[in-house]
């Protein structure tokens, strides 16, 4: 916010030529909290319910913390250092659960990020019964994710599903295990999860690509440049901005994967499809043991937010 | 872990939207402004005189059983001027994690049914209160119940429990199927040769006899039950150290994965699978809730019944869970809502007979005995498993265990490990998950 201050300042020593710069520069000289007043009505609500949250939770991943036994005793680090330390009981439980999450981060975001674009572009021309077809490959998103995961695990059960039977009638194979067995299990949780959120991103995408002038696509095609060419040259730069979102809450989405795994494989083979925020879920609500979720927690949202510095830093250096 | 025994119910909570609470309140009838406040404390159930009380009751019975327990409610109500019991009704697994909390800011119930391997968790995080004095004014003991449910409502030799029910597995048999195959759909197979010879029949005649289930619903229960039939048990006597490595539990485990190698079972069942294929007749037996039978009563194609496990190994034995009242501490102790709360335990214990035309065998060994019990044939068919029920053990902190267990048998039956190396990793784990829960609540 000092920054915000700062530049205005900086500014009105400029040469005054447009009005606005210098009413800010006033309004600065009159009155120092006007901006935080102005950001007074979000910032109580992040306040009260984001950072006071984050930073409690963070004291309260310092210790054995249970909501009803009387003792919480203080172990510094030493949740963190279980979530490290071999011979710990989660020890084994947390780091499948982040292989869990890691794999279907690592498929599903790729997927998520091309096919939504393909649609866009696609759902993009103008043809006859467009806006059905924007409207119908949207539709899944609509669904709950209690809905669509009944729905799958039935469609995909190895031995009664419609899957294999169809599969059968085509002459493939009509036994995998698309929800008891990897890696068939992780083709159904992300294939399951393209299905069910890649028109939510079609939609951000087709928002972007009418922002691009139609003057650049022109420009392009009078100097010779082709399909291809342009989709590069053109499309592509103008979505740079609206990429970098999409690969981002994608991420975040992703790694936030916690129904389609409890409904649909149950955490089977085992527990190998169990996810991190299952993970935690468990630890804190089911074995009440809230210092070891908020470690969890912490340690996540810290790994989270180095993949999206890498991720701000990749695009940036691109426009560079 | 949450144990959620309605598995099917649990399907339809998620479909209809998680979390959602059906709060029903019956109030009772006014007046009954009695001031007398002498023997405030109760005297364990008995009768309540003192001033009107409102008692909050949770529990999770979101199916056809939520309504016949509601209607039980109101009826206690009519007959007690001076008690107003209302029922909020959560999933079960929402339940167990809302409890602690609600109860720890002041927002708890005043009475909570709960299932018996959860009473040991919540009585050493101290949200119920010891019920030994109930117990003995009503002269209740281990005689007028089954005593294997009864010893349940133990934890450190006290009394948190006042047990409601049993529901344990039971056999299903389709008839239909059986008639099929050859088989005499009256006589389902009671030992370990009869239902391998009954197997051997339908598989000649192309049926898949009895689906493995990996999951916990009802695969893992169904071990549970094997494993006990071998003469294993979970835990050691203390709960201290995990046993479901033993022989008898390897063997139990081999037994049952066998049968998707020799073709009884199709490997990879899915949840719910094998019993979506029992009622459209493609495998011909089930071990299944006792919750089953009002669903399979309301699918009048399905030709079925129900007997108790047979049994395969050395002695009978059957996995069962049980819901017992508890009374919620509260900050402010109030006198007369406990007194209120123990009256009611107590008359509803003894109503207990409407509560098993919800599908479960009453824990009172009167209202068992009783003939309109015995009109209810087919919860009251398996009754006689009571008397050989497995328990889950009293241990604070066993859901996380109990969950590596059945994870263990999921991959021992999806064939991703052999039973003995699954089970030895199982094990492994349970080992330090108990150690863990003891230093938590320091036993």
């Known amino acids: ?320 | 872990m949450i144990q959620n025994e309605m598995s099917r119910r649990r399907l339809l909570g998620l479909g209809l939207g998680l979390g959602a609470a059906a709060t029903l309140t019956l109030s009772g009838c006014g007046g009954g402004s009695s001031s007398d406040s002498s023997g405030a404390s109760g005297n364990g159930g008995k009768d309540y005189t003192g001033p009107k009380v409102d008692l909050k009751l949770w529990n999770g019975f979101t199916g056809g059983d939520g309504d016949i327990f509601k209607a039980l409610v109101q009826q206690f109500n009519g007959e007690h001027q001076n008690i107003a019991v209302s029922v909020i009704t959560y999933q079960w697994e929402d339940y167990y994690s809302k409890l602690p909390g609600a109860v720890s800011s002041g927002n708890g119930p005043d009475i909570a049914v709960m299932h018996m391997d959860q009473l040991a968790t919540f009585a050493a995080r101290g949200t119920i209160s010891e019920l030994d004095d109930v117990a003995k004014t009503l002269e209740l003991s281990e005689g007028d119940f089954a005593p294997t449910v009864w010893k349940g409502g133990l934890y450190n030799d006290k009394r948190y429990g006042i047990p409601l029910d049993m529901h344990p597995l039971g056999f299903y048999y389709n008839k239909a199927v059986m008639q099929k195959a050859g088989l005499d759909p009256e006589k389902p197979p009671t030992n370990r040769d009869e239902y391998t010879a009954a197997l051997t029949e339908l598989k000649k005649a192309g049926v898949q006899g009895f689906w493995v289930s990996p999951f916990q619903f009802t695969g893992g229960m169904t071990f549970y039950s094997l494993l006990h039939q071998w003469g294993g048990t979970l835990f050691d006597a203390e709960v201290a150290k995990a046993t479901f490595n033993s022989d008898p539990a390897v063997e139990a485990c081999t037994w049952l994965v066998d049968l998707i190698k020799q073709g009884h079972s199709p490997a990879n069942v899915g949840q719910d699978a094998d019993y979506l294929a029992f009622k459209s007749g493609k495998n011909a037996f089930t071990w299944n809730g006792i919750w089953q039978i009002n669903d399979l009563k309301k699918s009048p194609n399905v030709q079925w019944g129900v007997a108790p496990l047979p049994q395969i190994g050395s002695q009978k034995a059957a996995w069962a869970n049980s819901h017992n009242f508890t009374i919620v501490k509260q900050r402010s102790a109030n006198a007369n809502k406990t007194a209120g709360a123990k009256v009611f335990i107590n008359w509803l214990s003894q109503h207990s007979l409407d509560w098993a035309k919800g599908g479960q065998v009453p824990a009172r060994k009167a209202v068992r005995e009783s003939s309109e019990f015995k009109g209810l044939t087919e919860v009251n068919a398996l009754a006689p498993e009571l008397e050989y029920a497995a328990f889950p053990p009293a241990a604070p902190g066993l859901g996380e265990v109990m969950l590596t267990f059945y994870s263990a048998f999921n991959e021992a039956a999806l064939g991703k490990k052999s039973p003995k190396q699954a089970l030895d990793d199982g094990v492994t784990k349970a080992n330090k998950q108990l150690e863990d829960n003891r230093k938590k609540y320091g036993n």
Request: aromatic share 14%; hydrophobic share 50%; with cysteine.
């Open chain 1, 1 to 320: 916010m000092a920054d915000v201050i700062e530049a205005g300042a900086a500014r009105d020593g400029a040469p005054p030529t447009v009005a606005p710069t210098r009413r800010r520069g006033a309004t600065e000289r009159g009155n120092r909290t006007t901006p935080y007043l102005f950001l007074a009505p979000y910032l109580i609500l992040f306040g009260v319910f984001g950072l006071a949250p984050i930073l409690f939770g963070v004291w309260i991943s310092l210790h054995q913390w249970d909501l009803q036994l009387p003792n919480r005793p203080f172990v510094g680090i030493g949740n963190y250092r279980d979530l490290f330390s071999s011979d710990s009981a989660i020890y084994g439980d947390w780091w499948s659960s982040v292989r869990a999450t890691g794999i279907f981060t690592l498929f599903s975001v790729p997927l998520l990020v091309v096919i939504p674009l393909g649609l866009a572009l696609l759902l993009n021309r103008s043809f006859p019964g467009r806006t059905f077809f924007r409207a119908a490959f949207f539709a899944p998103y609509v669904l709950g994710v209690a809905v669509i995961g009944l729905l799958w695990r039935f469609l995909l059960d190895a031995n009664l599903g419609l899957v294999n039977r169809l599969l059968g009638v085509v002459g493939l194979p009509s036994d995998t295990p698309w929800v008891t067995d990897v890696p068939w299990a992780w083709v159904s949780l992300v294939g399951v999860t393209v299905w069910w959120t890649c028109g939510f991103n079609a939609v951000i995408y087709l928002a972007g690509l009418q922002d691009i002038p139609a003057e650049l696509y022109e420009a392009a095609k009078v100097d010779g440049a082709g399909a291809w060419d342009r989709f590069r040259h053109v499309t592509i730069p103008g979505l740079r901005p609206v990429m970098l979102f999409v690969f981002t809450t994608t991420i975040l989405a992703s790694a936030n994967v916690f129904g389609q795994a409890f409904l649909i494989t149950q955490g089977a083979p085992g527990e190998q499809t169990r996810t991190v925020v299952w993970r935690i879920v468990d630890e804190g609500l089911r074995d009440y043991d809230a210092g070891r979720a908020a470690a969890m927690s912490v340690f996540f949202a810290l790994m989270l937010a180095v993949v999206s510095v890498v991720n701000f830093r990749l695009f940036r250096y691109r426009e560079d």
